[in-house]
């Protein structure tokens, strides 16, 4: 079995895992039992965690975040040069992936309490990923991987894309604040941003482990959902996002995939 001693965690909110508890990075929304931490354990490997919620490639590589009056470094700058599996989670912000979900969400919960006159005075205005912003994202995370292999020559570099938020058990305005066509086109930039992965992985070589398909039948409206729904306005930030047993289920995976 393949032995892993630092474990190195990149990425944006699916992998900092908002609304997990316990926070260990509250600026970063940053749990203690996201899928890094849970494989990290299940190891008994030391972990260097630098998921920031928000973050896209570019402030994975070269661009510091603020949130709030918190200032994040680029990740990848703090990465150690002897982790030797690295772990990457990102792309969704720069295809607006979950910011569409949210407003998607605020303009239905505003047109709910003006009784429809919202949507009468001006429709919701549908999530697309343009070519411009797909280019970005693939371009961007296929530089993450062969700048972690330039930082840590030792490392394994692994690709973790996103759980779905919606499927075909999602009913709209019952499992999700937002009309069908709404659930339809969150699923069309799901799609895109599954494919961002897929041509970064071929681009700089890499390996993908495929939270996408491990979350069919887990989306928002399911049995056994991996997602959060919509929260109340104080947890707002955790909405959309995966709850820990999707983490749990995305850390099995992983443990699967990197002790072959």
Known sequence: MTEYRRIAALGSSYAAGPGIRPVVNRAAMRS???YAHILARMIGAELTDLTVSG?????????????GWVKFGPQIASMPADADLVLVTAGGNDLNYLGSAMKLAAYFTLDRFTNGRLR???????????????STAT?????????????????????VDYLPI?????????????????VEAMASVHEALNGVFADAADRAGGEVVHASQLGLAHELGSTSSWIQPLQPLYRWPSSFHPNSEGMKAVASALLKVVTQ
């Open 166 to 182: 919606v499927g075909e058990m999602t009913v709209p305005f019952e499992d999700v604040p937002f009309d069908a066509a709404s």
């Open 55 to 67: 973050a896209t490639t570019s402030t994975i590589l070269d661009t510091p975040q603020r949130v």
């Open 139 to 159: 371009a961007g995370l296929a530089r993450i991987v062969t700048e972690s292999r330039r930082r840590a020559p030792g490392a394994r570099v692994v690709l």
């Open 120 to 134: 009468r005075w001006r429709p919701a205005a549908m999530p697309t990923v343009t070519v411009e912003q797909r």
């Open 32 to 34: 203690g039992n996201n």
